[in-house]
């Protein structure tokens, strides 16, 4: 039977940053490797799952607007190939904003580091083909970011595009099969099963 | 009125205007370029003043959009932090450089630049290389490691005493895709 790496954005970012032993604890689920900021991030994250199930608004953070339709925390899981898995859970989505004709997908961050610099990343056209293989059409994403040192928040606004959905898939199969290959190679596959069982 | 960008007749007036070192009508092609040129960058400020617009209605936090070609930034320009000087000595110095302009005394001053810089290597100052001109004026300054005072902010919840937020006054930047991108 072919091992299935499963990849999502969080994983590999950290791989293809150099955060390699970080990367395979997050794979593994070693979470007494869990930093401060990614605990507070967390439970920052559950707060405002809860604010938008209970109000249909974003969070009071991100300026509290009526959301369209709004589902939380919505876990996909779509297989690329033989040996891939693409993983991914949205923190908020529209289902159908008018002025989109379309979905919009809401990312939440915090710590340090600014909207701006995750909108250049690939996670926009991850989210943006989980959703698209499920029958959704997203057509724009908004990277929320709350500094909760700072108590301040940013906004980055991307629009989805066949081009980037290429792009980012072309840094998930490459990504994901150098690490899917040194974790065979290292047989760490097996300490998955072990700490499974 | 109407202006239309004809890239050819573009072409043609930048080839026209290298006659006016011989006949004076050539200085009507570029006065036409100047002038499509001032109103093209009229046109980018107006764009420029209704993206701010526009952006500050959907959220007044916006940073920044991106779409297939255009990147679209909404930043501050300068230090993002300043040190608040009655607290410099609570500021853990790994945050921070400072660097002076000294002036230099009359003897030494009309000396090469070479033997300048060896005075002051021998008064134990380390110089650092300005493209600055006469350093008449004493000019200390707080250079403040901004990537440092963000890892000590993660690390520790919060600014450390002595280190304030600086005020930025914004404004909107944009580029094409390809062009050198913003860390904001």
């Known amino acids: 039977m072919t091992q299935v790496f499963r990849a999502s954005h969080t994983v590999l970012s950290l791989w293809t940053s150099g955060r390699w032993q970080e990367a395979i604890n997050y794979y593994l689920k070693y979470s007494q490797y869990d930093t401060q900021a990614m605990i507070e991030g967390r439970e920052l994250h559950k707060k405002w799952e809860g604010d938008v199930k209970a109000t249909g608004c974003l969070p009071p953070e991100f300026g509290g607007a009526r959301l369209a339709w709004p589902s939380t ?65 997203p057509k724009q994403a908004y990277l929320w970011h709350y500094n909760q040192h700072l108590k301040t928040t940013d906004l980055s606004i991307v629009w989805i595009d066949e081009q980037m959905i290429r792009d980012a898939m072309e840094w998930v199969e490459g990504a994901a099969w150098e690490m899917h290959s040194y974790m065979m190679q290292n047989d760490l596959y097996r300490r998955l099963e072990v700490a499974k069982a | 009125m109407i202006i239309s960008v004809d890239t050819d007749q573009i072409k043609k007036l930048a080839e026209d205007a290298k006659g006016i070192y011989t006949t004076l009508e050539a200085e009507q092609a570029l006065i036409k370029l100047l002038t499509m040129q001032k109103k093209i960058e009229e046109g980018i400020e107006v764009a420029k003043k209704n993206l701010e617009e526009a952006g500050l209605k959907i959220n007044p936090n916006f940073k920044s959009v991106r779409s297939s070609n255009v990147r679209i930034y909404y930043r501050g320009y300068g230090s993002r932090y300043f ?99 913003v860390d904001l």
């Open chain 1, 73 to 137: 925390e919505q876990k996909i899981v779509i297989h690329l190939t033989e040996w891939l898995d693409l993983v991914g859970i949205i923190d908020c989505y529209e289902e159908l904003v008018q002025e989109l004709s379309g979905g919009r997908i809401h990312e939440y961050k915090s710590g340090v580091i600014s909207s701006t610099t995750y909108a250049r990343g690939h996670q926009v056209g991850i989210y943006a083909t989980l959703l698209l293989m499920t029958g959704k059409h």
């Open chain 2, 83 to 181: 040190i608040d000087e009655q607290y410099v000595g609570n500021v853990p110095p790994d945050l921070f450089n400072t660097t002076a302009e000294i002036e230099i005394p009359d003897s030494i001053r009309i000396k090469p630049i070479d033997e300048i810089h060896g005075y002051l290597l021998a008064i134990g100052q380390k110089v650092t290389k300005s493209k600055k001109g006469d350093g008449e004026a004493l000019n200390i300054k707080r250079i403040i490691n901004s990537k440092a005072v963000d890892s000590f902010l993660s690390e520790k919840g919060g600014l450390p005493v002595g280190v304030v937020e600086a005020p930025q006054k914004k404004t909107i930047s944009i580029k094409l895709k390809g062009e050198e991108e």
